[in-house]
Each structure stands twice: as structure tokens, then as C-alpha cells.
Nanobody, 126 residues
Framework: QVQVVEFGGGSVQAGASLTLLCVAS????????MGWFRQAPGKEREFVAT????????EYADSMKGRVTISRDNAKNTVTLQMNSLKPEDTAVYFC???????????????????WGQGTQVTVSA
């Protein structure tokens, strides 16, 4: 069974930076495709970023390109989402997701992921 836990949310001012951490545990966790999604109040969950098992390829939502970086440490079973220049519209619950398989194409749809964390709240004030 795969377990996913997020850490690092909080309340910050616009323009600040925040780092989210995801810990994913399970069989062959170093082969997982990992993703971050977010859900703002009253909105559907949306894609933020994804990273291949090897860390060699990443994909970002257009709304966040240039402001976020996703990285992973397979030795520690962790994925990090570094967010910079945060805006009030980035306020949302951020979710880490796992697709437990090798991939050759980035996975950006919610239904392509099998395991989810409970989410961590990020609040950005103006």
C-alpha cells in the first residue's frame, strides 16, 4: 500500500516563498511518478507540477511556470515543491499524488494518479 503525506503549508505574504514536502512510501517508491495539484475554494482541483521517477523530466502548469520547481530525492522518498513569488491566487489546498509506474510522458490529469495525500493549506495574503 502506498502512503502519501504532505508537509510545509502555511500562511505567507504575497511575494514570499514556501516549500512543500511530500513523503511517499510503498513498494518500489523510487519508480513512482509524482505530482502536485491544488484546489482553491470553490474551484476544481488543478495540476501544478509533475516529475518523473528519475527526476530527469518535469512539467509545470502554465500558471506557475517560472515560479515553482519540483524536485525529488529517491533515497529519502521525498518530493519537494519550491514556490516563489507567491500570489493571493495561489491560495489553495495543495495535494501530493502518486502514480506508481514508470512513465515516458508527463501525467497532468487528476485521474492519472492513484494515491493522494490529505493536502496542506497554503494561504497567501495581499
Amino acid at each position: 500500500q502506498v502512503q502519501v503525506v504532505e508537509f510545509g503549508g502555511g500562511s505567507v505574504q504575497a511575494g514570499a516563498s514556501l516549500t512543500l514536502l511530500c513523503v511517499a512510501s510503498g513498494p518500489n517508491s523510487d519508480t513512482y511518478t509524482m505530482g502536485w495539484f491544488r484546489q482553491a475554494p470553490g474551484k476544481e482541483r488543478e495540476f501544478v507540477a509533475t516529475i518523473f521517477w528519475s527526476g530527469t523530466r518535469t512539467e509545470y502548469a502554465d500558471s506557475m511556470k517560472g515560479r515553482v520547481t519540483i524536485s525529488r530525492d529517491n533515497a529519502k522518498n521525498t518530493v519537494t515543491l519550491q514556490m516563489n513569488s507567491l500570489k493571493p491566487e495561489d491560495t489553495a489546498v495543495y495535494f501530493c499524488a502518486v502514480r506508481p509506474s514508470f512513465e515516458i510522458h508527463p501525467r497532468t490529469r487528476e485521474d492519472e494518479y492513484d494515491y493522494w495525500g490529505q493536502g496542506t493549506q497554503v494561504t497567501v495574503s495581499a
